[in-house]
Every structure is written in C-alpha cells, then in structure tokens.
C-alpha cells in the first residue's frame, strides 16, 4: 500500500458490516484500455504499475468474495463513436482534445476484462458512462439479490470509482471503498479522492481487513 495511504482513517475491523449475504465486491473497469500497458492508456507511455498492484489485490478480494458467497459484480465500459455523449465530445472539443481517446470500443479489444474473469451467477454491468448506475440496471440487480452493502475496488479512484460509489450513495447503498485495491493514474488524485468519499459517502477498508472479515464468516 503507498506510504501516503497510512494516515487515512481505515475501518480496520468490518466484520459484520460487509456480512457476505448481503454484501456486493463491486470490480469496477478492470479493462485492457484502462489497466494494460498494451491499452490505449498503457500505449501512451503511462506507468501502469499501480493498476497492476490494485489488481493483484481485487483477484485476493474475488477469490474471497467467492468462498463466502459474497456476489461479485463486474462493471464495464462499452462504447461506439455514436454512443459518446454530447456533453463529453463537447467538453473534450473545449479542452483542445476533439475525438477524444476512443477509449474500450467495442470490437478494438481495449474493452476486454484484464486479468479478472466473470463466473456465472456473477453481475456484469455494461456502461456508458462513470457512474455504473447511470443509464443501467445495477440497483434493481443489486436490490433483487438482497444487497444493501458494497465493497467498491477497480479503476480509476478519482473517476469511475469516485462516481459509482457516490451514486451507490445516492441509491441508499452502504459503501466501502477498499483503498488498496483501487487506484489513479496520479497517486495524489487517488489519495484525495480516498479523503473526499471518507468525508462525504463511506467508510475505508484494505484488502487485508476485507478478506479477514469473509474468512471470518465462513466459519
């Protein structure tokens, strides 16, 4: 876990709070484009060791998840040109960056999953969006499933992270936010945004204290 991480206010001790019958390991965009140095992002020259360290800690929280029968939801970004809102051609037109990255098209392989894979009986959630709740079904499938309570990992904490948990929020969904098990292009934005969402939606958790809790339950 970086250094800067330790003087966040952590829940050290879950337990019952993250009960795996009724909570949900929310995976969020662990995708070619996002996580791979062969993505569009990686292509660019980008360190994508940070992401690679979040993953290897959200495979740790699935095969946990797993064994104690929490569900385990999949989020993930598809998107065509005809799909790009106007609101983001815009703002990236006016930002000096027109077409934009064409980030995890469909049919380019940059959407693919990276080095997570869904089972059934796992939510996958596609998504246009940062929020995993705009425009899709995940509340009613949370919901039908009994679910109150998610543990939110993936990539990038300042965007898609940071969205889907506050809209988790807005939804009456219990959230924890697993500070090691996500990540940010910029360590200084990851650190922040761990900061705003302890302030303002949810409480933190690390990786060590999550899989302790569901081993915990299993017993």
């Known amino acids: 876990m970086p250094e800067a991480e330790t003087m966040l206010p952590h829940v050290a001790e879950p337990g019952e709070m993250i009960a795996p019958t009724r909570t949900a390991l929310v995976v969020v965009d662990i995708q ?9 992002i990686g292509r660019h020259g980008v360190d994508m060791s940070p992401a ?3 993953i290897d800690r959200i495979e740790d ?11 385990v939801a999949f989020m993930r ?17 006016r930002r000096g960056t ?6 995890c098209r469909i049919g ?5 999953y990276y080095r997570v894979t869904p ?5 996958e959630v596609s998504k246009l969006a940062y929020s995993s709740f705009h425009g899709t079904d995940l509340a009613n499938q ?10 939110m990992t993936g990539l990038t904490t300042d965007c898609c992270v940071d969205s889907t948990t506050r809209d988790a929020f807005h939804h009456d969904f219990h959230t924890f936010v697993v500070s090691d098990a996500c990540a940010s292009l910029d360590p200084g934005l990851h650190e922040a945004t761990l900061n705003a969402l302890h302030l303002h939606t949810s409480l933190l958790v690390t990786t060590e204290a999550v899989v302790t809790a569901w081993d915990g339950a299993k017993a």
Request: without cysteine; hydrophobic residues 40%.
């Open 98 to 103: 027109p077409g934009g990255a064409g980030i």
């Open 61 to 71: 929280l699935i095969a946990a998840a797993r064994s104690a029968g929490a569900t």
């Open 32 to 40: 070619v484009d996002f996580a791979s140095s062969e993505g569009v």
């Open 119 to 123: 089972e059934p009986g796992d939510i």
């Open 108 to 112: 380019s392989g940059g959407e693919d």
């Open 77 to 93: 970004v598809m998107t065509r040109p005809e799909t790009d809102s106007n609101a983001l051609k815009t703002w990236m037109e």
């Open 52 to 54: 690679e360290a979040a």
């Open 142 to 151: 949370l919901r039908t499933r009994g679910i109150d309570t998610l543990v």
